[in-house]
């Protein structure tokens, strides 16, 4: 099975502080992405990446910031956390294929008072 | 700008009922539906999936209707049960070599009662 591993499950930071959230996959997918779910709002794209080093705009890419230095892993950065970032992050893998299935990992619940 | 529609929020059926959940996309050139299925606690995970040159198909009791014309899509389960409690989200995209933009519904939380 495909496992996508987010380092943390709740995190709670402050205004203004520089935030990493950690996403390890096992499977060799060349495809990872970042999502934020907000209720009423569903899933939206942050950002993705098709190859290490390489990334893509999602449609809301304000405020965040990515890396890709290796394959297996992807960090969304939150450069000056603000309280509207404050939501449930959701890390995903997929191989390298048209149509090929999203692997969820099972989020981040990050919380900026 | 939502680009998927989903509809109901929230659905609740007696054990046995047969829920349905629509979807409405605006962009033609989307030609992958697919539906990810989510528990309390864990991320989204696939469903079942649908291209627009068939009208339906169905895994199990899960079935995905699809309306090319009305650019609609619905997602049936049969003899629903209290284990399919859970979210439920549509998405489409448009095929690019190598990788898959998904856009998601706001999601559909349902509640099968025993």
């Known amino acids: 099975d495909v496992k996508v591993t987010q380092s943390s499950r709740y995190l709670v930071k402050r205004t203004g502080e520089k935030v990493f959230l950690e996403c390890v996959q096992d499977m060799d997918h060349e495809n990872m992405f970042w999502y934020r779910q907000d209720p009423g709002l569903g899933l939206r794209l942050i950002y993705f990446?098709?190859?290490?080093?390489?990334?893509e705009k999602g449609d809301i890419p304000e405020g965040y910031s990515v890396s890709r230095e290796k394959k297996e892993r992807f960090s969304l950065i939150l450069e000056s956390a603000s309280t509207n970032q404050t939501s449930m992050y959701l890390c995903a893998s997929s191989l390298g294929q048209s149509n090929s299935p999203l692997h969820f990992g099972n989020g981040t619940r990050l919380t900026v008072t | 700008q939502q680009q998927v529609k989903q509809s109901p929020q929230s659905l609740i059926v007696q054990k046995g009922g047969i829920p349905i959940i629509n979807c409405a996309y605006e962009?033609?050139?989307?030609?992958?539906f697919p539906w990810y299925q989510q528990f309390p606690g864990k991320g989204p995970a696939l469903l079942i999936a649908i291209r627009p040159d068939v009208s339906e198909k169905k895994e199990g009791r899960f079935t995905i209707s699809f309306n090319k014309s009305a650019k609609q899509f619905s997602l049936h389960i049969m003899d629903s049960q209290p284990g399919d409690s859970a979210t439920y989200f549509c998405a489409a995209s448009r095929s690019r070599r190598g990788f898959q933009k998904l856009v998601f519904g706001t999601g559909t939380r349902l509640l099968v009662s025993p």
């Open positions: 990446s098709y190859d290490v080093k390489m990334k």
């Open positions: 962009n033609t050139a989307f030609d992958y």
